[in-house]
């Protein structure tokens, strides 16, 4: 955290992004406030100032910086008290640097409505380390999800294609996909990258290591499985002998005509050598799990990746989701011997619920896995509820902490389906005025936002369909048909307080699930990951609660050409920055939630 007198900033470190939280100690600090601007100061580049939507309507009535645009937050102050930076998004290009960042944060103030100069003497500093997430042996990845966003629509146009229309299971990545918005060409692979982000990176990685490392052997745990460049690479494991893999046959995934995964099932016999093996099953309802273990050949395991991330085109390129990676021997050779027990058992429910794994709480912590608890699926009914108690209290006790401590932050990809005790301790989070909570759901069973004068919290719907965008901004593309946008499971509780912990994994957090499903339900308690999932929960519900907002339909607009830029579309449409303090007044009001978050994150 940077002080200067009654002013903080605090940086949060999250997976290749930075979330950043404004303070002030005292009230009459925000009279005349016009906003926060903000440097960034990568290190050995040279610095940047972040950028506004939006401008003043007429710059030159405000004191500006001639060498930069007039949306540059030096000329365009920020009006929020948290801002998320994503490098890579207006400078750097696609590739930012990784490592020390430096951010020099200084409030602004108007006079007569005109924004005075820069005043350093106010500024705040605060360094942090930007890049992938790793901590000791254990490592994060998200995919971005953000197929309905101004991003999305920028970088590939409203028309973009997630996958061929024929829909082969196999094809060529390199092959163009689409046109974008400026007229230049891109590919299926290019468009992946983007939408897969660091959850395809890690899974991408760890494949590739294995296929190097030919002493190597994979274990996999498959629900959707249709990626095409995944499948090359599991192929060229089967045609190594190296690789083992589970995959679901429920009637979402096997049938006539033959689904994807049929098709795989065919292709990875006939490419099969030696020990290459699959095997088709569904526990009494699916086999959800999302695993990849890596082994010595004939040795023990050595590391695990899981999550919510489905190794297929809509998991990786649609879903908002996450992996872990645990490098860790303890915890891969957990993972490995409940494979060998679901493998000896044929995915089949009744042979593993009878298992001790079954109804049993793994713990880990070691220097190299933080304080870690995993339960593997499917359980006997009693256990089942045993852990989904153990959640929803731990949820309720956030409501037992003084105010503005306590803080619930979640997604969730069905909040409003499935019994037990999880989902109504969400839902109910929304009307709690003593704690904060930030959730997205894709099927929340209501939409519930927050507004002036309200400190309830926020629940929002991650699948709007009928969002229609004002000017200036552009209208996005429709997701339905094409899957769930929230496919997350994680709850957060007590990001920053004494006893942080993540929820996460494959499990949807309900009855039905943990008693029929083949599942992992991952508990970390630790601080770093909990922030790292938090600032992904703001993201999601930040974005989708504007475009609830907005979601008038019966239909949107047709698409149009993206603008030149989200700024001149902004000008064109009228819309400018306030020249008062009235923004700033919500985040001083104790009956606000805006108020409740100031205090929470700065």
Excluded at 248 to 258: R, V, Y
């Amino acid at each position: 955290m940077g002080k200067n007198g009654t002013f903080s900033v605090k940086a949060y470190a999250g997976d290749m992004k930075t979330l950043l939280a404004f303070n002030f100690t005292t009230k009459s600090s925000s009279k005349s406030l016009a906003g926060f601007t903000i440097q960034c100061a990568p290190e050995g580049q040279t610095p940047y100032y972040l950028q506004n939507n939006l401008q003043y309507e007429v710059p030159a009535d405000h004191a500006q910086d001639p060498k930069e645009p007039a949306n540059s937050s030096i000329n365009a102050p920020l009006h929020k008290f948290r801002w998320l930076h994503v490098p890579g998004s207006v400078h750097q290009g696609a590739s930012p640097v990784v490592g020390k960042y430096k951010y020099t944060v200084t409030p602004r103030y108007l006079s007569d409505k005109s924004l005075l100069p820069i005043d350093t003497s106010l500024s705040a500093d605060v360094e942090v380390e930007f890049g992938p997430f790793k901590k000791k042996g254990l490592e994060l990845g998200f995919t971005r999800g953000f197929t309905q966003s101004q991003a999305f629509q920028h970088h590939f146009g409203p028309k973009a294609l997630i996958q061929p229309k024929a829909k082969a299971l196999q094809f060529d990545t390199s092959q163009v996909s689409g046109i974008d918005p400026k007229g230049n060409e891109y590919t299926f692979e290019q468009e992946y990258e983007w939408l897969g982000f660091t959850a395809r990176q890690k899974i991408f990685a760890l494949l590739d290591s294995v296929i190097a490392g030919k002493s190597l052997t994979l274990d996999m745990f498959a629900y959707d499985l249709n990626e095409p460049d995944i499948i090359r690479k599991l192929l060229k494991l089967a045609g190594q002998g190296r690789i083992r893999v589970i995959l679901d046959n429920s009637s979402l995934h096997h049938g006539k005509p033959p689904k994807p995964e049929d098709q795989f099932e065919r292709i990875f016999k006939k490419a099969a050598k030696a020990k290459a093996e699959i095997l088709r099953g569904k526990f009494g309802r699916y086999a959800h799990d999302k695993i990849l273990i890596v082994s010595e050949k004939g040795g023990s395991a050595t590391k695990v990746l899981t999550g919510s991330t489905n190794f297929s085109v809509t998991g990786l390129y649609v879903n908002s989701n996450h992996v872990v990676i645990f490098d860790d021997a303890t915890v891969a050779g957990t993972y490995a011997d409940i494979f060998d027990e679901v493998w000896n058992g044929e995915a089949a429910k009744g042979a593993f619920t009878k298992l001790p794994d079954a109804a049993k709480t793994f713990s880990f912590s070691s220097a190299k896995t933080p304080h870690t608890e995993i339960t593997f699926a499917p359980h006997k009914p009693a256990f089942a509820a045993t852990v989904l108690d153990d959640l929803a209290n731990r949820i309720q006790q956030e409501g037992t902490k003084p105010k503005s401590v306590g803080s619930v932050l979640f997604a969730v990809m069905q909040i409003d389906k499935g019994t037990g005790p999880v989902y109504p301790a969400l839902i109910k989070l929304h009307s709690d005025q003593d704690i904060f909570s930030y959730g997205i759901s894709d099927s929340p069973g209501g939409i519930y936002l927050y507004a002036v004068g309200k400190r309830n919290g926020v629940l929002v719907t991650g699948k709007p369909v009928n969002t229609q965008l004002p000017p200036p901004f552009d209208q996005v593309r429709n997701i339905g048909g094409v899957g769930h946008q929230v496919h997350h499971k994680f709850v957060v509780c007590g990001f920053n307080g004494t006893d942080p912990v993540v929820y996460c994994g494959s499990s949807n957090l309900a009855e039905g699930g943990e008693e029929n499903n083949g599942d992992n339900l991952i508990a970390l308690h630790d601080g770093d990951v909990a922030t790292a999932f938090a600032i992904e929960a703001l993201a999601l519900v930040d974005h989708f609660n504007f475009l609830d907002r907005v979601a008038k339909g019966p239909k949107a607009k047709k698409s149009k050409k993206a603008s030149a830029s989200k700024q001149q579309a902004a000008v064109s449409a009228g819309w400018f920055l306030s020249t008062d303090d009235r923004w700033a007044r919500p985040y001083f009001d104790p009956h606000d939630l805006h108020s409740v978050d100031r205090q929470l994150f700065g």
